[in-house]
């Protein structure tokens, strides 16, 4: 069936936005619940779009929610577009015809939050007041999910690689370096091989991609570090190091070099030094960009620059 056959009228941007939230879901009832409807009636709802389409979208079976027809998965790009270009004529009309309005989700890697998504933030708000700016901080892996399911529009992340199918611009780079205590034997030390860490007990901040940047380092000298604990905050992280009796490998070099205890934190250098970590600001090489979207891309540009030689 061409949907283009099917006059214009016959079904509304509404049923189309619960298609998409069913189809997003999985099953019409948790789609329900986030859209604080009744199942029967978005059931009922779908019921009608495949009626007036007059086509199967789904496939419905009890107690294993909702699979998409062939046709459904063409008919579900095809209606994200619509809504989404339904959604900027209102963003286009709230803001005049000439200022930017309307939403941008950012998802930001959780370490780097603190330290970047404020100036953008402080940035966009100055020279875009109507764009809502919604963000979500998690691990790299979550982030990248989210991208792919068109729950965020961007997302600031490290470029480890597995970027694939994602257009970046490069905010800046960074570089791992290890985190002792003050009365660690090592804080004496001005640089440190990996060689004298392997058999330290190490604080891993395990959240990818730091977790892979941690071990790859050591498995490309042939050395697997004493793993003491496993943590999922960065500054639980800091914490313990700064404890003395441990050290840590982090890529984030905040400029508050002590605890949240106000114990000291030393840094110090790797020799010879990890690999560079770029920390680059990414989006869907496959999805129309919106123009809150280019107008973020582009201030980042100029907030950060070209990347150094």
């Known amino acids: 069936m061409n ?27 948790t789609a329900a619940e986030r859209l604080y409807m009744s199942p029967s009636a978005l059931s009922g709802s779908l019921t009608e779009l495949e009626r007036l389409l007059g086509a199967d979208l789904t496939v419905r079976r009890r107690a294993q929610g909702v699979t998409l027809t062939p046709l459904g998965r063409l008919v579900l790009d095809k209606a994200r577009r619509l809504l989404d270009d339904a959604a900027e004529l209102a963003y286009l009309a709230r803001g005049g015809g000439g200022e930017l309005a309307g939403p941008l989700r950012i998802g930001c890697f959780v370490t780097l939050a603190p330290t970047v998504l404020p100036r953008l933030l402080s940035h966009l708000e100055a020279t875009h007041p109507q764009v809502t700016l919604d963000f979500l901080e998690g691990p790299q892996d979550v982030l990248r999910e989210a991208l792919d399911q068109g729950r965020l529009d961007l997302a600031v992340m490290y470029d480890m690689g597995g970027l694939t199918g994602l257009d970046t611009v490069v905010l ?67 914490s313990i190091v700064a404890r003395g009796h441990t050290y840590a490998i982090l890529v984030q070099r905040p400029l508050n070099k002590a605890s949240y205890e106000g114990l000291p934190i ?44």
């Open 172 to 238: 800046y780079e960074a570089r791992g370096h290890v985190l002792v205590g003050e009365g660690h034997p090592l804080a004496r030390r001005t640089t440190i091989t990996l060689e004298d860490l392997a058999a330290e007990p190490l604080v891993l901040f395990d959240q990818p991609p730091s977790t892979d940047y941690v071990t790859a380092a050591f498995d490309a000298v042939g050395l697997v570090p004493h793993v003491r604990h496993r943590t999922q905050s960065y500054e639980l992280t800091r």
């Open 3 to 29: 949907l283009a056959d099917t006059p214009p009228g016959d079904f509304s941007l509404r049923q189309l936005a619960h298609f998409v939230a069913i189809a997003e879901a999985g099953t019409i009832t």
């Open 266 to 309: 030393i840094e110090r250098e790797v020799e010879p030094p990890l690999p560079v970590c770029p920390v680059v600001l990414a989006w869907p090489r496959d999805v129309r960009p919106s123009p809150r979207v280019e107008a973020l891309v582009a201030l980042a540009r100029r907030l950060y620059g070209p990347p150094a030689d």
